[in-house]
């Protein structure tokens, strides 16, 4: 599935900015996202991410 393909809006060039900025390799969605039946305003967003090897951020991972 391309990012054009999902049900949700994504501007690539944030995420990938959010990526470097927290040392994340990989960043990936899955589950229901990925399926035709999503709907945003009663499911949540799965994410998984890699770290980079040498990255350690702790919570600081998650404030933006």
């Given amino acids: 599935m391309t990012v054009a393909e ?3 809006q994504i501007d690539e ?3 990938a900015a959010f990526c470097r900025a927290r ?3 990989r960043f ?3 589950g229901s996202v990925l399926h035709g ?3 945003s ?3 949540d967003l799965d994410v ?3 770290l980079q090897p040498d ?3 702790g919570f600081s991972f998650f404030i933006t």
């Fill in 41 to 43: 305003r009663r499911r």
């Fill in 28 to 30: 990936a969605l899955f």
């Fill in 37 to 39: 039946d999503f709907d």
């Fill in 6 to 8: 999902l049900p949700i």
């Fill in 13 to 15: 060039a944030q995420i």
């Fill in 55 to 57: 990255a350690h951020p």
């Fill in 48 to 50: 998984l991410v890699e």
């Fill in 23 to 25: 040392g994340i390799r």
